[in-house]
């Protein structure tokens, strides 16, 4: 939640925000007053009380003022984030949060690591013209003929990038993603610009903006995991400016962070050279440059373009190439994918075994480094990732050693969400987005529709969640996967049909893909009759013992029929009869992904 929202927050709650942070003060007309921040008797503070700008608040001695985060901050002495917590307390709000993997970081060796070279700093200030104020708050340094840019966060070094004059490159391995500056930026901001480059974010600096650069340049920085592991740190931030480059890599990066960031927050600058330090080694003012963050426009937001904005797209989809995540078995590669942007339901009679289904597709996704974030409501968390990790061994009795290895392996690639209450319908769509922008999450699964918290008899509601976790895919460009019952009927010896999913017809009129599991017990009795008295399978039985019925593909229009052979001892569904279960991550690649 950003600062203005925290602070508008408290306006709804004034009187006693003000209470508890000026204790001394009182009110006089439709004012809270006070002597100053700190909190003694007085009438130089002014916090309004009512109307539009209720918890806006002037100190006229000081000059200082602001909102109520603000008046937090000065109070309490508190930098913005540490002030949000509190607020965020105070208020009672919890932020839905899935704590990021565990995975282990390399930390860069101060040794060797000394004062500025005179070289380094002449070419800073001379060449590069930054001021020397920003090379100290920047906290460069030399190392071994190198010049450093030491990645700090609370003055922790958690990474460094390494330039040799002119043009050599390098950078410490195995370090964690982390935005530089951090220790540049004044607690109190309430913006920040990001950069594509140390040097654009200390020209930035030398202009007198709080900037940030990303690690791993604005193409492939948000790919590299900087927006996960920052992603807390930015959220208290009004505005984010998104200074990059203007060409294709920069132009998607700026789209890709503005979506995981917030769009609405994420403004675009267009400079009028390359980037910042070019401008500064060019000349270009500081009221130019103020001037181009004050132009800095929004991303359109996605559903507003024109007609021409759509050539290219209309041609592409003449030679398009349907593409979308697989499923385990071959043979469906051309039959039936599950596309980003769209929502598929997974339906079946109970026992039909539609979960097991859902979780072996799971597994294999997630075992191909698909992210992947599963809201499990069948099954307590341990229990489904049991039965899950069985399907991964591909054997019936793995061993600790392997169990163990498995779960490690699956770090930053499956995430479990745990649901509880009444109102889990909204805390699923919070999540499942918060998942979706921090973690790049590409296919999100509900199991299931009926226990999210609506009654049976509220196809209303129903019908409303599953439109929103439609338009959710859609607007997010990932694929979220509904696990549903059929309602029940005469016999289970025939599929249902699309018409029998339990609820609202509108359910499977909203998604783009709707299965059914079909579990073929006329085979399963017929087996017993053999094995009992040796009467013959008739061939009209079929010879699988699950059937994916494909009752809508909305992208194809193909509807096929997809038999699968299910084994017990392992809960794997085999793509033939002859076929064996197998491992989906051999002991040896689990313990290397762990």
Not at 24 to 47: C, F, I, P, Y
Request: proline share 4%; charged share 25%; hydrophobic share 40%.
């Amino acid at each position: 939640m950003r600062a203005t929202e925290i602070a508008q927050r408290l306006s709804a709650q004034v009187d006693g925000v003000v209470r508890l942070l000026l204790p001394n003060g009182k009110r006089v007309g439709q004012e809270w007053r006070a002597g100053s921040a700190d909190g003694e008797t007085g009438q130089s503070l002014g916090v309004h009380l009512t109307g539009d700008k209720a918890g806006v608040w002037s100190d006229f001695s000081s000059g200082e003022g602001g909102d109520l985060v603000g008046l937090w901050m000065a109070c309490r002495k508190l930098s913005l984030r540490d002030a949000c917590k509190e607020a965020l307390d105070y208020l009672g709000i919890r932020e839905d949060r899935i704590d990021p993997p565990q995975k282990r970081f390399q930390r860069p060796t101060r040794e060797g690591v000394v004062r500025l070279h005179s070289e380094h700093a002449a070419w800073l200030t001379e060449t590069r013209r930054i001021a020397s104020s920003t090379i100290e708050a920047y906290r460069l340094a030399s190392r071994d003929g190198w010049l450093m840019f030491p990645y700090l966060r609370d003055d922790e070094l958690v990474a460094a990038k390494y330039r040799k004059l002119p043009k050599s490159f390098r950078q410490d391995a195995e370090c964690e993603p982390c935005l530089f500056g951090w220790q540049a930026i004044a607690e109190s901001a309430r913006c920040v610009i990001i950069t594509e480059g140390e040097l654009d974010a200390m020209a930035w600096h030398t202009y007198g903006f709080p900037t940030l650069s990303v690690p791993m340049g604005g193409g492939g920085g948000a790919k590299q995991g900087w927006i996960a592991t920052e992603f807390d740190r930015l959220a208290v931030y009004d505005t984010i400016y998104l200074s990059l480059d203007s060409d294709g890599p920069g132009q998607q990066a700026e789209r890709e962070i503005a979506e995981r960031l917030g769009r609405g927050r994420c403004r675009v600058v267009r400079l009028p050279h390359k980037d910042a330090n070019d401008c500064l080694m060019q000349g270009v003012s500081t009221v130019d440059m103020a001037a181009c963050l004050r132009d800095a426009r929004t991303l359109d937001p996605s559903e507003l373009k024109g007609a021409a904005d759509f050539e290219d797209a209309v041609w592409s989809e003449f030679t398009r190439v349907d593409d979308g995540l697989r499923l385990p078995w071959q043979k469906t590669h051309n039959l039936l994918l599950l596309r980003p942007g769209e929502t598929s339901i997974w339906a079946g009679v109970n026992g039909h075994g539609k979960s097991a289904v859902i979780s072996h597709v799971v597994a294999s996704m997630a075992t191909q480094d698909v992210p992947c974030c599963v809201a499990s409501m069948e099954f307590r968390t341990p229990v489904w990732l049991m039965r899950m990790a069985r399907q991964i061994a591909g054997t019936p009795n793995p061993t600790e050693a392997y169990i163990r290895a498995i779960i490690r392996a699956l770090k930053g690639k499956l995430w479990a969400f745990d649901v509880a209450g009444a109102a889990k319908a909204k805390r699923i769509l919070e999540v499942f987005r918060y998942a979706r922008r921090r973690y790049g999450i590409e296919l999100l699964v509900i199991d299931n529709l009926t226990k999210c918290g609506f009654a049976d008899d509220d196809y209303a509601g129903q019908k409303q969640f599953v439109e929103e976790l439609s338009d959710f895919a859609r607007l997010e460009g990932t694929h979220v996967a509904i696990v549903a019952h059929m309602r029940k009927v005469e016999s289970e010896d025939h599929p249902a049909g699309k018409m029998a999913v339990k609820g609202s017809g509108g359910i499977t009129d909203m998604v783009d893909t709707v299965i059914e599991v079909w579990r073929n017990k006329p085979l399963e009795r017929a087996q017993e009759a053999l094995e009992r008295t040796g009467t013959p399978i008739p061939d009209r039985i079929g010879s699988a013992s699950t059937y994916l019925n494909v009752l809508k593909q909305r992208a194809t229009g193909n509807e096929p029929s997809i038999a699968l052979w299910f084994d017990k001892s392992t809960t794997q569904f085999l793509a033939g009869s002859e076929h064996m279960p197998r491992s989906l991550l051999p002991l040896s690649l689990a313990c290397t992904a762990a």
